[in-house]
């Protein structure tokens, strides 16, 4: 399974990237208009024409898709129009703190979940399980954007605990781990509160099965604890089914994250996606979504190689 997923990987990054290109090429916005901006108003039609050329969007879709790929492939991911700044650069300036974001929210989501799922499927029916099966299922109905503005209203303007976004205080101008750790807690614990859900359900479901199982009851009849038990043997047993769910949360993670750090205003590539939508800039567009499709791809390997080490019975070359 895994080798399979590593074979199909160059072929859907490259229909991924024209693909980028032919909805960039249908969509109504003008790329040059956007990077003209109110200048483009009153600039002549002679002006216009050598701006499309300059930027290559007067290339047929083809060209230009070949073009930024043979570029890339060489390491030059090409220049941002709307950014103004070479596409590595804004993408090196933004991706870490995404990435904190994302990894943070994360494992606030696997820990908690999983913590959650094996506490409720020790007493199925129990109010611990009542209570945190009907919030999972709240959860799971609510937006991110939303979650978030709630955080904000209740921990930030209400209580004023916990700021309302940015990176650092507005009165700063260095950036401290202090100042990032307090701005990074509403923003990661939206993220992986929203994500929560479906590991606590998966766990729950998954441990509550291996409870049930004859290996688990044997390991009940000869005297071990009930820690042991549920840790040693059930847990295992019933995490299998969760570690599968590690890489289909991938792409709901990055989508997410995108509307989280837009809500609170984390320094992220939320912005740059955003105008690069907007304004039609290719080479951006391409990389980003390229980063965002091996993201997905590398989740899903990610799964097959944990079930693999969790489940011996599963083969890595299958």
């Not at 024409?49 to 073009?67: K, M, S, T, Y």
């Not at 890339?72 to 933004?94: K, M, T």
């Not at 291996?210 to 688990?216: G, I, N, R, Y």
């Not at 570690?243 to 320094?267: C, K, M, N, Q």
Request: charged share 10%; with cysteine.
């Amino acid at each position: 399974m895994a080798g399979r997923r590593l074979l199909f990987a160059a072929p859907v990054l490259l229909v991924v990237t024209f693909g980028v290109f032919a909805v960039a090429a249908a969509s109504p916005f003008d790329p040059v208009k956007a990077y003209a901006g109110t200048a483009g108003l009153t600039a002549s039609q002679e002006n216009l024409d050598q701006l499309r050329a300059n930027l290559g969007v007067d290339q047929p879709l083809v060209h230009r898709w070949w073009n930024w790929l043979t570029h890339a492939l060489g390491g030059d991911l090409g220049d941002s129009s709307v950014l103004r700044a070479p596409v590595s650069a804004v993408i090196g300036e933004r991706i870490g703190w995404s990435a904190l974001l994302a990894i943070t929210a994360f494992a606030v989501a696997v820990l908690l979940g999983t913590s959650l799922g094996v506490l409720a499927a020790r007493k199925p029916g129990g109010l611990l399980d009542r209570c945190a099966g009907s919030a999972a299922y709240i959860l799971e109905a609510a937006p991110a954007f939303w979650l978030g503005l709630l955080a904000i209203w209740f921990f930030a303007v209400t209580l004023g605990v916990l700021p309302a976004g940015g990176l650092t205080d507005a009165a700063s101008d260095t950036v401290t781990f202090g100042q990032v750790a307090s701005h990074l807690v509403l923003p990661a614990a939206v993220l992986g509160i929203s994500q929560l859900p479906w590991f606590f359900l998966y766990v729950r479901q998954g441990v509550t099965d291996a409870l049930a199982e004859d290996p688990v009851r044997g390991a009940r009849a000869r005297g071990l604890s009930e820690r042991t038990v549920l840790l040693g043997h059930a847990l295992r047993s019933g995490m299998l089914p969760m570690l599968t769910l590690i890489g289909s949360r991938v792409p709901e993670l990055i989508t997410g994250a995108l509307l989280v750090e837009t809500v609170f205003s984390w320094p992220g590539i939320a912005a740059a996606t955003v105008q690069a939508a907007t304004s039609v800039d290719f080479a951006l567009l391409a990389a980003l979504t390229v980063l965002a499709t091996a993201a997905v791809l590398i989740g899903n390997l990610l799964s097959d190689l944990l079930y693999g080490l969790a489940d011996p019975r599963v083969g890595f070359d299958g």
